[in-house]
């Protein structure tokens, strides 16, 4: 990575701002955070996956890997650019304290559709800009655009259990018939994707004007239910039925003695070798256009990852199957750029051999401070890497992250014992703790520093974005109030980005 600047970041997915329409989307109030960024000399913006969500919602299990969550659009942007009348925004605000996905689809979706209608029978350079989009992106969003209204006709029901086989196995003849029948849904569904692609992109210029660079974050799995495994299963262990022949996960450690069976497909990597790993090639490229820097979520599976046989219930059977990583990484140098700016996420238990490949891409890797405060025995783990006085130069230090509790939440779930070790190393009374700890890693090595909005806030448990492994309404539904765009706590991040160099 060749922008080794010290900055501070921000983390806050797009859903979670302040609306009207019940979910966070690309309109006034992400511009407001912007400028609230670049006052504070805060000149990174981390987001969760941007992709459509499916069933539990998660940024991590994306109906598409190329294509961005609809529910994003700004309805008030559409009608500023005359796709919607003042009546269709005006009149069906839904104020909410939480998002809730399934009520802002059904408040959203028909706007939006009225807009995609507007918009296919206005004229103008708009229209001839959208037919080079779905031109030049026809070789992914053809596929989604049919995957979804095909997903809408059988009520969202997942492609590999409840699609006719003709559909699931792609039969020419049936995809045919359908692409006929279903013509305008396709239509509609490309044009929101240009829609979303415009905003986003008007959204990256305006923070880049501002010394704001986005940072995105890539799964390295696709779901299984997702446009990807439907259309791409040569790429995948899919067999000719839709049924995956293995699935990811992690193996049992210290937190969980099952591991953990996360269930999506994983990949042939000889089929990626064959192609040159053009699928990959084309993923990172995308990404790059909508972000400046991507986080890779899981990298550790780009040396091997946990594959468990298909009809286990648990990921302890599974084994490590080994994956080209370094092969890939060349391939994507060869065609984007010596310059790869790519975030490692490398948590979890990490072998040397992930490290080399880590380090040897000069690839930053991620320092969660909640991690640093253990026993060892009765001893405290003064060389925890974890701990701001150990964290390397090549890393992103963040206080916690989507996974994990609020500061404050996990602060006041900590024993005695540990509480004690926390304010002995901050020197901090139980108040000032999250305070303590953003301005350690302002001050740590640490390339970049970057911390949950919810911390900036001083919240609790209560704004936990996501507990893994759980699906529910209150996972990545926290939204922020519309007074907390430009919180006073922001002054305390500005005052540290100047103190310990990191303001632009």
Not at 189 to 215: D, G, M, P, T
Not at 326 to 351: H, N, S
Not at 382 to 399: E, F, K, Q, W
Request: proline content about 4%.
């Amino acid at each position: 990575m060749a922008d080794k600047r010290r900055r501070a970041g921000v983390l806050l997915h797009i859903t979670s701002l302040p609306s009207d329409y019940g979910i966070g989307d690309l309109g006034e109030n992400a511009y407001k955070f912007v400028d609230s960024l670049s006052s504070s000399s805060v000149s990174l913006w981390q987001m969760l996956p941007v992709g459509p969500t499916g069933y539990g919602d998660s940024p991590y299990a994306a109906r598409s890997a190329f294509a961005g969550n609809e529910l994003m659009i700004s309805p008030r942007l559409l009608y500023l650019d005359g796709y919607l009348d003042i009546e269709d925004v005006m009149n069906k605000a839904m104020p909410s304290e939480r998002v809730d996905y399934g009520a802002a689809r059904e408040l959203k979706m028909p706007m939006l559709r009225k807009a995609a209608e507007n918009f296919l029978s206005s004229k103008g350079k708009a229209l001839r800009d959208y037919e080079a989009f779905r031109r030049d992106n026809g070789w992914w969003l053809e596929d989604y655009a049919l995957f979804q209204a095909l997903a809408d006709e059988y009520n969202d029901s997942r492609w590999f259990l409840a699609w006719p086989a003709g559909l699931r196995n792609r039969d020419e003849k049936a995809m045919a018939e359908k692409r006929e029948l279903l013509a305008r849904e396709i239509d509609i569904y490309c044009v929101l994707q240009y829609f979303f692609r415009h905003q986003f992109l008007e959204l990256k210029s305006y923070a880049n004007s501002h010394c704001v660079l986005l940072v995105g974050d890539i799964p390295i799995f696709v779901a299984g239910d997702s446009s990807d495994a439907w259309s791409e299963r040569r790429l995948l262990k899919i067999d000719e039925d839709g049924q995956q022949e293995a699935s990811s996960g992690v193996p049992p450690d210290a937190f969980s003695a099952d591991g953990q069976l996360w269930g999506n497909p994983l990949y042939r990597w000889p089929e990626h070798q064959r192609t040159g790993f053009r699928w990959w090639i084309n993923r990172f490229r995308e990404n790059l256009r909508l972000f400046d820097i991507v986080r890779v979520d899981h990298f550790r599976g780009f040396e091997a990852c946990w594959e468990v046989p298909r009809g286990e219930n648990t990921a302890i059977n599974g084994k490590w199957v080994k994956s080209p990583g370094q092969e890939l990484f060349d391939a994507l140098r060869r065609e984007l750029g010596d310059d790869l700016p790519i975030i490692a996420e490398d948590l979890g238990v990490i072998t040397p051999e992930v490290e080399k490949l880590r380090d040897d891409n000069g690839f930053p890797g991620m320092k969660i401070l909640q991690f640093a405060f253990a026993f060892d025995g009765d001893e405290w783990q003064t060389d925890n890497a974890y701990l701001p006085h150990n964290i390397g130069r090549m890393s992103v230090a963040y206080t916690g992250t989507h996974d994990n509790n609020t500061t404050r939440g996990w602060f006041d779930e900590l024993d005695e014992g540990l509480k004690d070790y926390v304010r002995r190393y901050f020197e901090c009374s139980n108040d000032e703790v999250v305070w303590k700890m953003i301005r350690a890693l302002m001050a740590s090595n640490a390339m970049y520093a970057v911390f949950p909005m919810q911390d900036i806030l001083g919240l609790g448990a209560e704004a936990r974005m996501n507990v893994p492994a759980t699906c529910g309404t209150s996972n990545w539904s926290w939204k922020m109030r519309q007074e907390d765009i430009a919180a006073p706590s922001f002054e305390g991040i500005k005052y540290f980005s100047h103190l310990f160099g990191r303001d632009r």
